[in-house]
């Protein structure tokens, strides 16, 4: 696959992706809304935009198109989605922009999991009077745009995928206060990440792991799991936030409270969530059964 930049012969077909993607992807607009805007698309907007392209065997199979650093649109042809196509798109405007913001729509629950995969936070959100619709407008930066050249960059927070698992598992299995179990095979970790897709993370810094949690919720409250952080890089805000990070994602699922489990004879792993205002429930006991 090869990301290259617009030329005008894509047109009809960026057209093209963009409505039949559309359509699937926002199927609670009607679908005459987007049919009404494909000459706006291809006469107003196209030219006005930076738009590269994904190309497989000589073949347009997905568009990104900015204006400055507002992502217009991000849309792969839907037989071609799952293929990395987005992935590589959205990095390559992250290369050349090191600042990106994009509007989702609430009910595109993919496309807010993707961005969030991708490193980007809700800023805020609006009523798109056009459509009915709540628009989550969310932001990226590079990680570090802010430190002064000479200072190593902060670590960066990403979704934890399946792929990691052998580097968390021994970072769980190098942190003390960490229980771990059959319950964290890589079959059953790799079932959770299914069950709550880009809510876990991962803290990363020059591909080495130093950082990560659990996080999912069973739709009613959100869990986290096993968070640690290595013991060369504490005190360091990383903790912090993958806890905030979580939180964050739990809460654009939904999801109004978060419970943790800490063993009781981890005295420092209870000081921490103290310290970061999470309230010991003095009235509850936690009780376990074999299935
Ligand atoms: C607990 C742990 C994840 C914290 O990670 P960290 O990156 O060192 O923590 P942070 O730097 O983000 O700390 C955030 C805040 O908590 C405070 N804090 C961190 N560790 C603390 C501790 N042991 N006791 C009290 N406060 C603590 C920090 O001072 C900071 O406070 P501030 O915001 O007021 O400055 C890490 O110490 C760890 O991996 N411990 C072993 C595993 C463990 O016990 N995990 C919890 C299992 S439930």
């Given at each position: 696959m090869k990301i290259r930049k617009f030329e005008p012969k894509d047109r009809d077909s960026i057209v093209e992706i963009w409505y039949k993607a559309s359509i699937i992807a926002h199927?609670?607009?009607?679908?005459e809304i987007w049919e009404a805007e494909k000459t706006t698309i291809r006469d107003q907007y196209l030219p006005l935009a930076e738009t590269w392209v994904a190309e497989e065997e000589g073949k347009v199979i997905g568009f990104i198109s900015l204006l400055d650093q507002y992502i217009g649109g991000l849309f792969v042809e839907p037989s071609q989605q799952g293929k990395g196509a987005g992935t590589q798109l959205i990095q390559r405007a992250q290369e050349e922009k090191g600042h990106l913001t994009v509007g989702v729509y609430s009910k595109n629950s993919a496309a807010r999991g993707f961005y969030r995969k991708h490193g980007f936070r809700k800023t805020n959100e609006e009523l798109q009077t056009e459509t009915g619709e709540i628009v989550i407008n969310k932001a990226w930066k590079q990680a570090g745009d802010s430190v002064k050249s000479g200072e190593s960059k902060p670590a960066a927070i990403r979704a934890l995928v399946i792929e990691d698992y052998d580097a968390v598992i021994e970072l769980w299995q190098s942190t003390e206060g960490i229980g771990l179990s059959e319950a964290d095979s890589r079959e059953n970790i790799r079932r959770f990440l299914a069950r709550n897709p880009y809510l876990s993370s991962v803290a990363e810094k020059d591909g080495e792991i130093l950082g990560a949690v659990l996080c999912g919720h069973d739709s009613r409250r959100g869990y986290l799991h096993h968070l640690a952080v290595r013991s060369d890089r504490r005190l360091q805000g990383i903790g912090k936030r993958l806890v905030d990070i979580s939180l964050e994602n739990l809460k654009a699922e939904g999801i109004d409270k978060c419970h943790i489990f800490v063993f009781r004879e981890n005295e420092k792993g209870v000081a921490f969530w103290a310290q970061n205002e999470w309230k010991a429930r003095l009235d509850l006991t936690i009780m376990s059964k074999r299935t």
């Open positions: 199927d609670f607009i009607p679908k």
